[in-house]
């Protein structure tokens, strides 16, 4: 598990009150985002309408699935699976710098969506670099021996004694 970055994890507090227009509750980082509840807010406020019922308060078991609907919205709203966060990671505090990763790539995200222009977290992301070759230019590759063709400035291993043999200790 990598160690926690306090400086991140205060670097998305500050961009979830931005986004929000309101200021979070107070208490420690994984405290304010253990229910759910400003999650599910936060990605309601990049997609409206992506979560449908947030339990405010109620049971353990009710307050994870305000996790589990928002995991679901950011995944939907284009956040790579491989990193969005378990529900145990934060609900159990089992993996906060997985929650942070998670919530970095959600603000990566709202790139994509360019209705949202609100504040953004983390780099920009790369813009697209597309190149057109043509034929002659793919042709004068054609060409070229490289190693993997076999020619390597006449070197071989024959005369290499030790195939095959068995090694004396």
């Not at 670099?129 to 020619?151: P, V, Y």
Request: proline share 5%; net charge neutral; charged share 25%.
């Amino acid at each position: 598990m990598a160690p926690r970055n306090k400086e991140q994890e205060a670097e998305v507090l500050q961009w979830i009150s931005d986004v929000l227009g309101e200021k979070l509750p107070p208490g420690a980082y994984e405290d304010v985002l253990k229910d759910g509840v400003v999650l599910c807010k936060l990605v309601n406020k990049l997609a409206p309408g992506s979560v449908k019922k947030i339990q405010e308060r109620g049971t353990n078991f009710q307050l994870m699935e305000n996790i589990q609907r928002f995991q679901a919205a950011i995944k939907k709203y284009g956040v790579p699976e491989e990193e969005i966060f378990q529900t145990a990671d934060l609900f159990e505090r089992r993996n906060i710098p997985q929650v942070t990763l998670c919530l970095y790539s959600l603000g990566r995200t709202t790139q994509k969506h360019p209705e949202f222009n609100g504040p953004h977290l983390g780099p920009k992301m790369a813009d697209k670099n597309e190149r057109n070759f043509s034929e002659e230019q793919l042709r004068a590759h054609h060409g070229e021996l490289n190693l993997q063709m076999g020619f390597n400035k006449g070197a071989s291993q024959a005369g290499a004694g030790s195939f095959g043999n068995t090694r004396h200790m």
